[in-house]
């Protein structure tokens, strides 16, 4: 079936998109330039993806805006604003000074959606550490063997978790040093201190140390096409792209109200539900809870949420309520849907124009990537079904396949892209973006084997069209390696 291209699309009234002229924009950006958009440490050492995310807003003066809108299990909401957050998060750096963990040293979490899982992973950038997120529906072998790899220093859970997940093979992690219990347990639990009594016990200021932006800041896993992790690498600078792309793909502007429903236990929450949208100063909601159509509904309304990024898999369940559903709700505040992580089906992007009153913007990108690559923007049209195109600073091509079905790279390294229209080949990325990973965790030859001829192999299969819009195949090797956006839960 043919799909109609959706013309530029806003419920006014709305800002002027970032990105409205895409040619322009393509002529003028330099990653060079994106990076003053944001402030670096003071007195030039370094930059810090918290100082960013957190502390910069409170040294100009926006200490008392909402940062975090947590919307608990029970309905209730609580909130912090960018100076409590900032308050807390150097709580978190200080006991983890306590605790002598220090620069490069792997902070796992193992935590469900809410403020202190934020404090974590600020205070623990912060502090120069490594933040090393998990998934809670994660079984135990996924988790235990996460830590492991990761050599994991300290881990931050709840008593629930700790039991079911890690007591019984605590033994088997060796580098394991401090577990620390949030909420009520820990006295009960040998080997674990309760997060709650050493924050009550840290002070709250804390001064960043200098931090280059090559430092090691994040660590997420991804299992790839076997059944060994991978322990992909991300750097302080990553938040560059993070910042940008968030501008230009999810049209973020001052004022926004921001839902991801990611785990920031995988790359998007990470990304997108944390990093990005602080660093724009906005107001983050946070659910607790699980997903259910009308819970998320009542949240969008009540919480008046203005930009709303989601995973095809919950976007299609939606479809699957009633139409009537969303007609309940006050959902005037809405300006743009995003989805990423799997392929959007055009019907997806079609519903939400008819249903909700705005079309289904699609994204690409991977956990190596760190960062939105390709998306449908705010200010052009929309293509059902496809991926989008390259956001600015980003170049990509398409490469002609050899008989594995993976980029024909010549005994001499060389490999060669398809410039006709309608191409269609494995996706690659040329590398120099700020968030592209650096290394998969103990493992060179598994990160020199994605590279090929100046490219980053991504191993999906695409087609662009003739108009340099992008669509997705398949994986070369029949499996999906990106990190869903949010399953169910999220």
Known sequence: MSWEAIVKHTAPPCPAPNLDDYAREQRWFTWSNARHQLSGLPGGCGMNIAYEAVDRHVAHGHGDRVALRCVRRDDAVATATYAELAGATAQFANVLRSLDVGRGERVFTLLGRGIELFTVVLGTLKNTSVLCPLVPTSGPSSVIQRLRIGDAHVLVTTAELYRRKVADWR???????????VG?????????RSFGALMAAAPAEFTIPPTDPEDMALLHFTSGTTAVPKGVVHVHEAVVAHYVTAAYALDLHPGDVFWCTADPGRATGMSYGIIAPLTHGLTVVVDEGDYDARRWYRILAEQRVTVWYTAPTALRMLMRATRELPRQYDLSALRLIASGGEPLNPEVVVWGRDVLGLPVRDSWWQTEAGAIMIANFAGCEIRPGSMGRPLPGVTAAVLERGVDGRALVTPEGRARAVEVQEAEGE???????????????HDKARYDEVFADGWYLTGDVVRRDGDGWYWFVGRADGV???PVVGDTST
């Open 171 to 181: 033994g088997e992690l060796s580098d394991l040093k401090h577990v620390l219990i």
């Open 184 to 192: 009520p347990g820990a006295e009960d639990l040998p080997g674990t």
């Open 427 to 441: 996706l690659a990325l040329r590398p120099g973006w700020p968030s592209m990973f650096r290394g998969y965790l």
């Open 480 to 482: 999906i390696k990106t």
